[in-house]
């Protein structure tokens, strides 16, 4: 029964184990020196970033960008199945997308109070939301973080969740900033837009442009790690738990990180939609003239 048990542990742990690798090791002299022997204790090694997995001409193919162009290809051919299915009488799966983009951009025009502005940033904002969702829900795939490929001599995972490698959370947050900046500065003129954080009005006045400017500065932090840090610490807290009791506590921890990755592509969407109505918004003072 014991054996069983512990195969059935070692199933779960193949299948379902994360980019976290899990590493044992043992050690032995031969029996003569048995005073010098030394057993390595099981243990689990953190990878914190994205592993290479083959060169492309000079260009680094690695684990997490296999994943983003998979869950980009899928995105594509889920986006064309849907169009190309397109009825004046729409079916199941066409009254569903109609229903979910049409309450989206309802909710956007009413945020940024103008319908023009909704239907602009409306591909900008879902993308980003289906991107994170998809990319998020797709690492919790069996054989994601299992499956091992042999590079340079070392056995590497085939495939990593994108937003566990800190260079894609990075790229999206940099997209988002300079969608926000831009827009502030199409919509309100350059000079405006950069009164709101140089001021020369008033001491106070300029001592709040600083924060402000520096707390715009620090959104490519928060939306970057926010996204990693999340997604990375379920990976860590999954791996623990196989490592430790392989046999219930991943099934609800699991299900829970299913539900912060859904959550995650919320806050990311929903946190770009923010700052671009703050960035369009008239600088301090400016409404009573």
């Known amino acids: 029964m014991t054996g069983a048990l512990t195969h059935l542990g070692s199933f779960f742990n193949m299948l379902f184990s994360t980019n976290v690798a899990l590493a044992a090791a043992e050690a032995s002299e031969n029996a003569g020196h048995a005073a010098e022997g030394a057993e390595a204790a099981p243990g689990i090694h953190v990878v914190l970033k994205a592993e290479e997995v083959f060169n492309l001409a000079g260009f680094p193919i690695t684990n997490s960008l296999i994943m983003t162009v998979i869950t980009t290809v899928l995105l594509i051919a889920f986006a064309y199945t849907v169009r190309s299915k397109l009825a004046m009488i729409p079916g199941k799966l066409q009254a569903g997308v109609e229903l979910l983009f049409q309450g989206v951009l309802d909710y956007m025009a009413e945020t940024l109070?103008?319908?023009?502005?909704?239907?602009?940033?409306?591909?900008?904002?879902?993308?980003?939301?289906?991107?994170?969702?998809?990319?998020?829900?797709?690492?919790?795939?069996?054989?994601?973080?299992?499956?091992?490929?042999?590079?340079?001599?070392?056995?590497?995972?085939?495939?990593?969740?994108?937003?566990?490698?800190?260079?894609?959370?990075?790229?999206?947050?940099?997209?988002?900033?300079?969608?926000?900046?831009?827009?502030?500065?199409?919509?309100?003129?350059?000079?405006?837009?950069?009164?709101?954080?140089?001021?020369?009005?008033?001491p106070v006045n300029f001592v709040v442009g600083i924060i402000e400017l520096l707390s715009n500065i620090g959104r490519l932090i928060s939306f970057s790690f926010r996204l990693f840090g999340n997604v990375f610490a379920g990976e860590v807290m999954i791996a623990v738990a196989l490592f430790f009791v392989a046999y219930l506590l991943p099934v609800p921890l699991m299900a829970f990180e299913v539900f912060v990755a859904f959550i995650q592509a919320v806050v990311f969407a929903m946190l770009t939609l923010f700052f671009i109505k703050l960035s369009i918004m008239e600088p301090h003072g400016d409404e009573a003239h």
């Open 113 to 202: 109070e103008s319908k023009e502005l909704a239907r602009k940033f409306f591909p900008l904002i879902m993308t980003i939301f289906l991107f994170v969702l998809v990319a998020n829900q797709l690492a919790f795939l069996p054989g994601v973080g299992s499956i091992l490929v042999d590079h340079a001599g070392a056995m590497v995972p085939l495939l990593r969740a994108p937003a566990a490698d800190l260079n894609m959370t990075l790229a999206l947050a940099i997209i988002a900033f300079l969608v926000i900046e831009i827009t502030g500065v199409v919509v309100l003129g350059f000079f405006k837009y950069a009164g709101k954080y140089v001021n020369f009005s008033s």
